[in-house]
């Protein structure tokens, strides 16, 4: 899969007229208005929609591919964040045919203790594109995987993704 091109250039300067957002782990924002969401991942993954058509963007950013215990549904984990993300999009009046989807993150941050299992970001990756696919949205670019963070900057009008490895 390609990575969108050019998204490792220098970002262009801040434009002051857009919002800007800082996007914290566990969160999800989703907004017609034009921003610049910034978010910071390490094995966390950051799922990105765009509606190009309807100029809506938003984006999640979780810790945990699954919750373990309990029922509350919450945006640190994978499953719940990218449904609350979907749902919000199409709260804003996207249609789910125009959705398409950006994946971000899932490096190694440690040294796995065995060879032959999962690392949390890999665990991470695979569940946003399990649910990508359960919910019919295509993934047009990733940069997943990986032994450094990165620095993603998103303008959600446009689809246009920066990244800076860390």
Same mark, same amino acid.
């Given at each position: 899969?390609?990575?969108?091109?050019?998204?490792?250039?220098?970002?262009?300067?801040?434009?002051?007229?857009?919002?800007?957002? !800082?996007?914290?782990?566990?969160?999800? !924002?989703?907004?017609?208005?034009?921003?610049?969401?910034?978010?910071?991942?390490?094995?966390?993954?950051?799922?990105?929609?765009?509606?190009?058509?309807?100029?809506?963007?938003?984006?999640?950013?979780?810790?945990?591919?699954?919750?373990?215990?309990?029922?509350?549904?919450?945006?640190?984990?994978?499953?719940?964040?990218?449904?609350?993300?979907?749902?919000?999009?199409?709260?804003?009046?996207?249609?789910?045919?125009?959705?398409?989807?950006?994946?971000?993150?899932?490096?190694?941050?440690?040294?796995?203790?065995?060879?032959?299992?999962?690392?949390?970001?890999?665990?991470?990756?695979?569940?946003?594109?399990?649910?990508?696919?359960?919910?019919?949205?295509?993934?047009?670019?990733?940069?997943?995987?990986?032994?450094?963070?990165?620095?993603?900057?998103?303008?959600?009008?446009?689809?246009?993704?920066?990244?800076?490895?860390?």
């Amino acid at each position: 899969m390609s990575v969108i091109e050019g998204h490792r250039e220098p970002r262009p300067p801040r434009d002051i007229a857009r919002i800007q957002v !800082y996007l914290s782990a566990g969160q999800i !924002y989703a907004s017609r208005a034009p921003c610049e969401l910034t978010t910071i991942l390490g094995s966390c993954v950051g799922v990105l929609l765009i509606d190009e058509a309807a100029q809506i963007g938003g984006a999640s950013h979780y810790v945990l591919p699954f919750e373990s215990q309990g029922t509350r549904a919450s945006a640190r984990f994978g499953d719940a964040a990218i449904s609350q993300l979907v749902a919000r999009m199409l709260s804003l009046g996207s249609r789910r045919s125009d959705l398409v989807a950006k994946v971000f993150g899932g490096a190694s941050m440690l040294a796995p203790a065995r060879s032959d299992v999962p690392t949390i970001g890999a665990k991470n990756v695979e569940v946003a594109r399990r649910r990508l696919e359960d919910e019919s949205i295509p993934i047009v670019a990733e940069d997943v995987g990986g032994c450094s963070g990165r620095k993603v900057v998103f303008l959600t009008d446009r689809g246009q993704v920066w990244i800076k490895d860390l």
